[in-house]
């Protein structure tokens, strides 16, 4: 069993090559932008009842009048790309950051929403891909997989069963949903990696809190259809249900696993330094520094840049956190991710001396 902490050591973020501005869809699709409150966006990112009837939905009322509900920019494949060409690179910049070779690496846990090959993931393609010849396997918390592929990264390097674990994140969402519904409108694809090991210094995971998303189950469907040329397609769709069911359960699950973990760690809320959450909507952050009861500047929000890019979004946000030096050595971190059909989960780290991989946008602004 490893004595030192153990922690991120490298962490890299991959975005696709394409990106679409609102204007985009409005010059597209004008037909869609006149009915767009009677279009799926509206009918996920809208009050339950004729009133707010939690604090999900007020946060949300700002943003009724907007038929993008908040969202500014999104990045989507473009030719040639697919989750395993961000995956590898995301990857490789992980490694390189590092200062990793892939034979230096014993366990790849890869986590995709959606994986290439549905059934059966992309770890052991990409495996192939970076020349790794340890373990890998696939790991599915749903959106909420970057918080416990961290947790079980570090558990397994903590009882001496690998050394050094490369965790991969990805999310490609637009292959997934109606390009003809105005769902793709809020949604975003990328990835993300990070290196796990053992620390030399002070710094590495404390603790973590998970749950099961069950209680919103139902927000989601899945439709087996076909693409242009005929071939098997899936297509997942909202329910009616999925706007209740997100915003009943929001704030239970958030307070349950960010208040669990910080317990766990032995720290109180107030004692965190600096806050991760996945902002899956664009009041994602006003509404978690409200229910936790801190503010704004001690977290961080990507979505008017990225969207939302599933589990990315938890990678993406401690990137630019550490890029833009808004966490520091020393800090103590809380990152929160939630998915349906899967789980909540919150680990609290001490940051340590943490290895940025290249910015795929340096002029970015926040």
Known sequence: MLDRPVGIQAIAVSFPSIQRTNDYYREKYPELFEKAEQKGLARLLSLSGSTPSNIFEEEMIPYLSDPFRGNVERWVLGAGESSLTLEYRAACDALSAAKMSPEEIDLMLVASVWPERVIFGNATALANQLGLKGAAW????????????????????????YRKVLVVISCTYSHYFDQTD?????????????????????GGILSTKVVHTGAVDAAAAVKLTKDAEDNPQILMQLTEEANRLISESAEEFLKTCCEGAAEAAGVSLDQIDFFIFHNLCAWFTSFGTRVLGISRDRTINLYPKYGNCGPVLTVANLYYAAQLKKIKENDLVLIYGIGGAGVAAANVMRWGKVALGPNPFPTIKI
């Open 182 to 202: 105005t769902t793709p409108w809020f949604i975003s694809d990328g990835a993300g990696a990070f290196v796990v090991s053992g620390l030399e210094s002070h």
């Open 138 to 161: 696939n790991i599915n918390g749903g959106t909420g997989s970057t918080p416990i592929a961290l947790q079980t990264a570090c558990a397994l390097v903590k009882t001496g069963q």
